[in-house]
């Protein structure tokens, strides 16, 4: 029989804490035995650097501009806006995973686990954002033996922590909310290819919002304005030279939030897996 104690500690804050590493856990041994899995998350983001930034590599410098203090090269500006390409790119793998798990039955057995089904969910927008950080650490070391040094450690190193912190759960909360969408694994190349590339160039990721501006690109300045991971990329560049971020911190938490209350919303198993598309 089952003792009141043991009841107990199966529905207690350790045993949520033991789950969500469990879940963490077994999405790193994934990570670890697909050997290619981080040599192609950082083959695009090197080839945008070593590639593409040196043939721009004094573009930028035309002003002086927040967060920078002086004239700055290509490459050092574009490079935080890599690592944002490398959180978004994880963060939507970590969608084709779940429709993955959901297809073999692996999402249903685990979302009848007895812990709160927003919990699971948390445990597994964890679990991207750690391995969108791994890969992003991963990027920075390999840019800075390229010669492309960004100032990580130092007095602003909290801030920057919590702003990559920050924007990895974030896209994460999106590829989660976006999983709720695709119903088929044969689906998921379309739906990205209007998600991770509208949200990626329509930003300040390769260049600043005032050159948009004085482009005259005005709609293309509007989106990039409003653009959840253009604030994601501001907060974290303005974090690497410890400055202040603006507005950005909000839009990114908010923008987390609320991805991430309407995927739980869409993971209710009263309306069922994808329950959202069948009334559009």
């Known amino acids: 029989m089952t003792s009141p ?32 899995r981080l040599v192609s998350a950082l083959v695009r983001p090197l080839l945008w650097l070593a590639v593409f930034a ?6 930028f410098g035309v002003a002086i501009a927040e ?16 690592i944002g390409m490398v959180l978004l790119f994880n963060g939507m793998q970590s969608s084709l995973a779940m429709v993955y ?18 919990w699971i969910l948390l445990s597994k927008l964890v679990a991207t954002a750690v391995l969108s950080l791994i890969q992003a650490l991963a990027f920075v ?23 990559a912190v920050s924007a990895a759960l974030m896209l994460g909360a999106l590829g989660l909310l976006l999983s709720v969408h695709i119903k088929q694994l044969e689906n998921f190349a379309g739906t990205m290819n209007f998600v991770i590339f509208p949200m990626y160039f329509m930003s300040t990721a390769l ?12 709609w293309v300045f509007q989106i990039a304005r409003f653009n959840p991971f253009t604030h994601a990329v501001e907060w974290l560049r303005f974090a690497l030279y410890d ?19 309407v995927a739980s919303w869409g993971y209710d198993p009263q309306r069922g897996f994808g329950a959202l598309t069948k009334r559009g």
């Open 5 to 36: 104690n043991d009841a107990a500690a199966r529905t207690g804050l350790p045993h949520a804490l033991q789950a969500m590493w469990a879940i963490v856990a077994r999405e790193l041994a994934k990570f670890m035995r697909q050997t290619g």
């Open 54 to 59: 040196a043939g721009f590599r004094n573009v």
């Open 67 to 82: 967060p920078y203090d002086t004239y700055i090269p290509y490459d050092v500006y574009i490079a935080p806006g890599l």
């Open 101 to 118: 798990d959901r297809e073999m039955g692996l999402m249903r057995l685990l979302l009848t686990a007895p812990l709160p089904r927003t």
């Open 141 to 163: 070391a390999i840019a800075w033996l390229l010669g492309t040094e960004l100032p990580v450690w130092g007095p602003q190193t909290p801030h920057v922590i919590v702003a």
């Open 207 to 218: 260049y600043p919002l005032w050159k948009l501006e004085e482009a005259g690109a005005d």
């Open 243 to 261: 400055k202040d971020p603006g507005m950005s911190p909000w839009i990114v938490l908010g923008t987390l939030a609320l991805c991430f209350g």
